[in-house]
């Protein structure tokens, strides 16, 4: 068991709730997320998998709860979000690259405005990042040029350009075409093994075997189970986890 | 009758077809020659024209920067006040921003619930009453009141970008003003830009209403003309079509703009 001081992320009693409780989104969510963690966050669509995610970094904020992250509470007023969400990096199922600005704008502009890099030391580690995902021919195009699964790997490694801690990944493959999937999942597998923490809320249950350390199963806006992989894939407790399993397998 | 006139009228067969048609086409283009003479040259009133449509240029383009400045800083408060009202804390900020939107929709509902007109009249006798620089005024109000409609065309086009692109923007840690700046109104700006030169082509032809103030833009100097010639003709229609040339002119610019922006996506 990791010491406490391994807690990237601690989160407790997290609640979402719409139109004054009639509908929760989130409903009590607690677990904690350790550095090096790779938590797979899986479970039937409208389960709030995807607003717990967001509720990670603020992009939705939650009704009560509490959040630390790095020994500061996100939901407090005196936390300075914008810092903490630097450390932060998030991937989208659409993608959301900026398609007015040029692959290399879109990964240099967050590190110069906020980081303060020169231009310089940014290209340089554009260029560093866009060579790991095999795309450094790609640095002058412009979004619209690119495929689904290039545009992921951008969006990827644009949020890696700011060094974060933790990455938050919201159905990556999603939005992809069927062959494009394995060239992301290659890239997040990567990411893993180089002990980048991770919580990745997908439907490739095949990543979530090979690649996650913990399994997370929500349903109706809480969790109803979590343990390694190994354990929720071959010896599933919960009788609606069971059910989804048989679904989806 | 001039001399030319009273000749072809003299020289011309009576009982020839042609003859009549000839002699109808010289008469009129005499007519015309003279009417225009009348109306132009004599006394040099062409200058009401060369003037008045300097004074047109003037106000219109100065009135679309300071309408572009307001509705730019309008359609920002309204936004932020819709988007920011979920993150900020309550306090300083919020109470201000929330005061703001409230000063911004009022200025929308009064300046686009009344007529442009009474507008002018309003800023010219009331306001600015003890000024007499019209084109100041006339500048000032026109701008006031381009400022309303810009600010909703540039809200529209803000609200028109993938909240997907301000999360983005959010989430590599940019504050909101930064991922206002850098990545939502840069793409609100292309995407309403035929939106925005219409509403200039608009202004072009609201300035005619200057008139109603004494100042002498192109409408009022083609009017001056009328008053002065006492033929309508000639000044009225010679009006109508510079201000036809000037937005054809603009229009073209607009589709033009429009094509390479589309190229510019692809």
Same mark, same amino acid.
């Given at each position: %068991? ?5 807690? +990237? ?53 939650? =009704? ?25 990096? %998030? ?9 007015? +600005? =040029?692959?290399?704008?879109? %990964? ?10 020169? @231009? ?8 560093? +990042? ?24 951008? *969006?990827?490694?644009? *949020? ?14 999603? @939005? +992809? ?27 490739? %249950?095949?990543? *979530?075997?090979?690649?996650? =350390? ?13 343990? =390694? ?21 | ?266």
């Amino acid at each position: %068991m990791s010491a406490d001081n391994d807690v +990237l992320i601690s989160v407790k009693d997290l609640c979402k709730h719409y139109n004054g409780g009639a509908i929760k989104a989130l409903d009590g969510i607690s677990t904690d997320i350790r550095k090096g963690e790779v938590v797979v966050v899986i479970g039937p669509s409208g389960s709030g998998k995807s607003t717990f995610l967001r509720s990670l970094n603020l992009l939705e904020r939650p =009704t009560s709860g509490s959040i630390i992250f790095k020994g500061e509470d996100l939901l407090s007023a005196k936390t300075d979000i914008n810092k903490l969400r630097q450390k932060m990096g %998030m991937v989208f199922q659409h993608f959301n690259l900026f398609p007015h +600005l =040029t692959i290399k704008r879109n %990964m240099t502009l967050a590190p110069m405005k906020i980081l303060g890099l020169s @231009a310089e030391d940014a290209e340089k580690r554009c260029k560093d +990042l866009l060579a790991r995902v095999n795309l450094a021919d790609r640095i002058d195009s412009y979004p619209s040029q690119l495929s689904g699964g290039q545009k992921q790997r951008i *969006a990827i490694v644009r *949020a890696l350009m700011m060094e974060p801690e933790v990455m938050l990944f919201d159905e990556p493959t999603s @939005a +992809l075409d069927p062959e494009m999937v394995g060239e992301v999942l290659e890239v997040m597998k990567q990411l893993a093994d180089g002990g980048m923490t991770m919580v990745c809320v997908t439907h490739e %249950m095949g990543f *979530a075997r090979e690649v996650g =350390t913990r399994v997370i199963f929500m349903d109706q806006g809480k969790i109803l189970e979590e343990n =390694t992989p190994e354990q929720i894939f071959t010896n599933p407790q919960n009788d609606r986890l069971k059910a989804f399993l048989n679904k989806v397998l | 009758m001039d001399a030319l006139t009273r000749i072809v009228l003299e020289t011309a067969e009576p009982s020839g077809f042609f003859a009549t048609v000839w002699a109808w086409l010289l008469k009129t283009w005499t007519s015309l020659k003279l009417d225009f003479i009348n109306n132009f040259v004599t006394g040099n009133r062409y200058k009401y024209i060369l003037k008045g449509l300097g004074v047109t240029f003037t106000v219109t383009f100065f009135a679309t920067l300071i309408g572009i400045a307001l509705g730019v800083i309008v359609a920002i408060i309204r936004s932020s006040h819709d988007k920011l009202d979920d993150e900020l804390h309550p306090g300083l900020g919020k109470t201000v921003l929330g005061i703001l939107d409230n000063i911004s929709r009022v200025y929308l509902t009064v300046i686009r619930g009344t007529p442009t007109v009474v507008q002018l009249m309003i800023a010219y006798f009331i306001i600015w009453k003890s000024s007499n620089n019209k084109i100041l005024i006339a500048t000032l109000a026109f701008g006031i009141n381009s400022g309303a409609y810009v600010a909703e065309i540039i809200r529209s086009g803000i609200m028109s970008i993938d909240p997907g692109q301000f999360e983005a923007g959010r989430s590599l840690g940019l504050n909101y003003i930064q991922t206002m700046a850098y990545i939502i109104i840069p793409q609100a700006l292309k995407t309403v830009l035929p939106a925005l030169a219409n509403e200039f082509i608009v202004l072009i032809k609201e300035t005619s209403i200057s008139g109603y103030v004494g100042l002498e833009d192109l409408s009022k100097g083609g009017d001056i003309i009328r008053s002065l010639s006492y033929s309508a003709y000639m000044p009225l229609i010679a009006v109508a079509l510079i201000y036809l040339v000037i937005v054809m002119f603009f229009t073209k610019l607009v589709s033009l703009l429009e094509r390479r922006l589309r190229n510019s996506e692809r």
